[in-house]
């Protein structure tokens, strides 16, 4: 499925400007609140889950029947609350403030994402590809699903690289689902071309030593 992602076309009144631009037409009839969005047709999708519950099947990255389908659409509205989480690690306070404007809270709010809330998700996640039993999240094959698996374990490992290593060996299995995608011929290639941004110090996965440390 050929694509263009707007935001990063270059040219004047292209990328950043022309997504501004888009979200503030009011002659857009079901105008989303925020990227990433997705317009295909007369449809504008927007929310990362929504997106890929839509382009899933069609792709053949999702399964077709609605029971499959649906719960493919719950396990990434979990990652959805799991992303946010990772977020607020490093901006517990505001988004309009910098990191080094809200050091202490995050300091704090880290710890106990580490102690509580990291290992209860990949808990979670860990349950659900044991039971299944495939060797991946949703039924027989890949999904997206699986793909956001890869992504949460290689951004977590760039955030949190300590924590991670400690506990890693206590999910074999989404270590495993991780490996897996990632020595796929597409997986690879897309991983080694500059479609693939490396991790940084201003997207949803950073990493500050300081919020890394072991308690
Ligand atoms: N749950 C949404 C999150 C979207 C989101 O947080 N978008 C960011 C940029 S990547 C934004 O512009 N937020 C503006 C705001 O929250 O006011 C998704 O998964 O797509």
Redesign the pocket.
């Known amino acids: 499925m050929d694509y263009v992602d707007v935001g990063r076309e270059s040219g004047p009144g292209m990328g950043v400007e022309a997504i501004r631009r888009f979200l503030q037409d009011l002659s857009v009839d079901h105008p989303p ?4 969005f997705l317009k295909a047709g007369k449809l504008v999708i ?4 929504n997106i890929l519950h839509y382009i899933g099947p069609r792709i053949g990255l999702a399964p077709k029947a609605e029971g499959p389908r649906l719960w493919a659409h719950q396990l990434q509205l979990t990652v ?1 609350d799991f ?2 989480e990772i977020h607020d690690t490093h901006h517990p306070i505001a ?1 309009s403030l910098y990191y080094e404007e809200q050091k202490p809270e995050a300091l704090r709010r880290s710890q106990r994402f580490l102690a509580e809330r990291l290992p209860k998700y990949l808990g979670y996640f860990e349950r659900v590809v044991k039971a299944n039993g495939h060797g991946c999240m949703v039924g027989r094959s890949l999904s997206y699903v699986d793909l956001s698996m890869f992504q949460l374990i290689e951004g977590l490992r760039y955030a949190f690289p300590l924590n991670m290593q400690r506990i890693e060996p206590t999910y074999p299995g989404l270590v495993a689902l991780r490996d897996k995608i990632a020595a796929r011929p597409n997986t690879a290639a897309y991983l080694k071309s500059p479609r693939r941004l490396p991790f940084n110090d201003k997207g949803l996965f950073r990493h500050y030593a300081e919020l890394d440390e072991i308690s």
């Open positions: 609140y925020a990227p990433p927007a929310h990362a889950a959805t992303v946010k988004n």
